[in-house]
């Protein structure tokens, strides 16, 4: 998986290329500002932009549809300090694939570095699932993820919903990880509960 690092702090890119390339990823370019960033998309076409919505040409919000002009099949992942509400939805609403806090632990960039590169969506748990919530509705789920939380509800292990759905126990983990990191929850027992609160959702 290659990976652009656009931030306009030296340290926190050299930091940022070490935990990637010490977990197999590629940084193929690193740049301080839009034009920079701009120019190194446009040639490399990585897999994911990891993008400081902060850079030294200021908020790198609107610039985000012209990254992907340039790469189109690549995913953005949006690094920032900010926790507002409207920022973190006008990121979205412009195209970014994923939105994380820069205070988030090494293990959680990791994981939404790779979410993104596979061509997933990873808000930050504790902001997509404040994010839904503050809009007065609980998020929306993919139907798997509406299948596996129904049976979570009703007590299955991951060996019996898998065998219940016909797929893998990975894939069952995989889409409980999804549901803990959408809904902003930690545990199994954190997810268990909250089928078990939301079951005709779940079941719908």
């Known amino acids: 998986m290659r ?11 050299a930091g940022t290329r070490a935990f990637l390339e010490a977990e197999g990823f590629t940084v193929v370019g690193e740049a301080a500002c839009e034009r920079e960033a701009l120019e190194i998309v446009s040639e490399r076409r990585p897999d994911v932009l990891m993008l400081d919505l902060k850079l030294e040409s200021g908020l790198a919000l609107k610039a985000i549809p012209q990254f992907l002009a340039a790469a189109p099949r690549m995913g953005i992942l ?57 809009q007065g509705r609980e998020p929306e789920l993919p139907l798997r993820e509406r299948q596996v939380l129904g049976l979570l509800a009703e007590g ?10 016909t797929v893998s126990i990975r894939t069952v983990e995989s ?11 930690v545990t199994r027992a954190d997810l268990v509960a909250y089928a078990r609160q939301h079951r005709s959702a779940a079941d719908a």
């Open 3 to 13: 990976v652009v690092l656009a931030e306009d702090h030296p340290t926190v890119r």
């Open 78 to 134: 949006v690094q920032s300090c900010y926790e507002d509400r409207a920022i973190i939805c006008g990121a979205l609403a412009e195209g970014a694939a994923g939105y994380l806090l820069k205070s988030s632990p090494v293990s959680e960039l990791i994981r939404a570095v790779r979410t993104v590169a596979s061509g997933g969506r990873y808000v930050q748990p504790s902001l997509g699932a404040g994010l839904a919530r503050a």
């Open 156 to 165: 299955y292990t991951n060996r019996e919903v898998a065998a219940r759905l």
């Open 175 to 185: 889409v409980r990880a999804a549901l803990r990191a959408r809904l902003g929850l």
